[in-house]
């Protein structure tokens, strides 16, 4: 009975709209990418400036892979009626962020982790070899950044104190004035694409393995954040831990003093005190 709805429902699927068949593909992926620790952080609010700074280098990277390959096909049949440069495109305005963060030379400034790579690199070989595969790419971009990007850019603001525009232009779409709107007639002229069967289940597979790359991004800019977080913590426990041996070290020191200054304790004993704060001093410096 299992096998019979399930046959049913992937009929239903294949027979419905490509917007549609995208959404209900990718239904389980898209919650998987959402419940990531670093969307998780961000949906409650828990964003620094160093993470927003990460995300936006990598975004810059994705979306100058992304933009590129559909520059290069805006003539293609299947890229053709979803290109709209003007209104979506987000290169520029990332670099405005960048620069706003970074300063002059955020180019050379710039870090991004090998996950991003391989999915800029994957951008570029269905620029290459598959320009069909860009709806895919597309659709969960620019869709997606129109949708949920609103609300994180709110986010965003709200938890870095940044006035208003200041280092946010990428959430901002000032060719498009009803997302709403703009999302019905992007989802009209993708679904008006003609493609034969092979070519729609290989858009579909491309659509899983975006949100895919995109957790993938996810995870490693995690990753790197919770490294970087376990460091300066590292660090600053060192540098506590230092203070308190030189305050622990000045105080023995005083007792020896005191201890060689009477005349009440012999030489050898006198001697072997000071070997002895000498290693209880060592051995805390050495754990």
Not at 99 to 121: D, I, N
Not at 209 to 226: K, T
Not at 238 to 256: L, S, W
């Amino acid at each position: 009975m299992e096998t019979i709805e399930k046959k049913h429902t992937q009929t239903e699927i294949m027979n419905s709209e490509l917007s549609e068949q995208i959404k209900a593909v990718t239904k389980d992926i898209h919650i998987r990418a959402e419940n990531t620790e670093l969307m998780l952080s961000y949906q409650r609010g828990h964003v620094s400036q160093q993470q927003y700074q990460l995300l936006l280098c990598s975004l810059y990277k994705i979306y100058e892979a992304l933009e590129e390959a559909l520059d290069t096909n805006a003539s293609h049949d299947a890229v053709a009626p979803i290109y709209f440069p003007q209104e979506l495109a987000r290169l520029e305005s990332i670099g405005k962020d960048l620069e706003y963060f970074y300063g002059q030379s955020w180019r050379e400034k710039m870090t991004v982790p090998a996950a991003t790579l391989t999915y800029a690199q994957r951008l570029r070989e269905v620029g290459r070899d598959h320009p069909e595969y860009l709806l895919a790419h597309a659709y969960t971009r620019y869709l997606g950044d129109l949708s949920g990007g609103q609300v994180l850019g709110r986010i965003t603001q709200k938890s870095l104190g940044l006035k208003s525009g200041e280092g946010l232009s990428f959430f901002s779409f000032p060719g498009v004035s009803s997302p709403n709107l703009f999302k019905q007639l992007y989802r009209s002229r993708m679904n008006s694409v003609e493609l034969t069967e092979e070519q729609r289940s290989g858009v579909l597979q491309e659509a899983l393995a975006a949100f895919e790359l995109n957790i993938q991004v996810f995870n490693e800019l995690q990753d790197s954040l919770s490294c970087v977080s376990d460091t300066e913590n590292e660090v600053r426990q060192r540098h506590t831990q230092h203070k308190q041996n030189t305050t622990a070290a000045a105080a023995d020191e005083g007792v020896c003093e005191a201890l060689q200054s009477s005349s009440l304790v012999p030489r050898f004993l006198r001697t072997l005190l000071g070997v002895f704060v000498v290693l209880v001093v060592g051995m805390v410096y050495a754990f």
